[in-house]
């Protein structure tokens, strides 16, 4: 069972590049959603999907797009990426609600 | 608004020491509440939760009980070990979604 797939695992990007996250998870899933770690900061929630059709802003969804049109798949793209995106970016998923969430290996994004 | 505090880490202790990290919180109602487990250049994985005041999750070892008149979730292990080496987060449910608030994260270094 592969749980949750997250690509790439490292990034480098120059600033204002775009790029796209992916993430799938092979549970069937219907909530999935995308954080961002940061020394000090823990994790904190970009944007989040309770169904294909269906997401939402997080606490911090300034600078990041999703959309869900599978259930399986949940990418976040950078539109114009910023320095200040600089983090390790998580994909989780769970069965129903986000209690108990399944977390991928991460990305590892630098933004030069 | 919800929010969740834990102690400040690193903390180092010695193998077969006995463990406690703190963590409180603020909510509205009664949510649920977790501890999750990241171990070095891994996702964060579910250790344990509890539901409702005064249940008590256990996993590997690990409890923590739900304390509601002291809005507190301390983990504890008896005896730790090298291999419990990893950044332990304390979290809680809120909304309608059940999206997680984390804390910042307490780092566990054990020593042979």
């Known amino acids: 069972n592969a749980g949750v797939t997250q690509t790439p695992k490292f990034q480098v990007l120059k600033t204002g590049q775009s790029m796209t996250l992916q993430c799938a998870q092979d549970m069937n899933h219907e909530y999935m959603s995308w954080y961002r770690q940061d020394p000090g900061m823990g994790l904190r929630l970009i944007h989040y999907s309770v169904g294909a059709g269906i997401t939402d802003q997080g606490e911090v969804p300034n600078g990041y797009n999703v959309s869900r049109s599978t259930t399986e798949d949940f990418p976040l793209r950078l539109l114009s990426a910023a320095p200040s995106q600089t983090s390790v970016y998580f994909c989780?998923?769970?069965?129903?609600?986000?209690?108990?969430?399944?977390f991928g290996e991460g990305s590892r994004l630098t933004v030069l | 608004g919800n929010s969740v505090t834990q102690m400040e880490g690193p903390v180092t202790l010695s193998e077969e020491a006995f463990l406690t990290i703190n963590c409180t919180y603020t909510?509205?109602?009664?949510?649920?509440l977790f501890w999750y487990v990241q171990y070095p250049g891994e996702g964060l994985q579910l250790l344990l939760k509890?539901?409702?005041?005064?249940d008590k999750g256990s996993n590997k070892g690990f409890e923590a009980t739900y304390r509601k008149e002291t809005t507190s979730f301390h983990l504890e292990k008896g005896s730790v070990q090298v291999s419990d080496s990893a950044v332990y987060f304390c979290a809680l449910e809120r909304g309608s979604q059940g999206n997680l608030i984390f804390g910042k994260g307490t780092k566990l270094s054990v020593k042979p």
């Open positions: 509890a539901t409702k005041a005064d």
């Open positions: 909510a509205t109602g009664y949510p649920s």
């Open positions: 989780a998923s769970s069965y129903r609600t986000a209690g108990e969430l399944f």
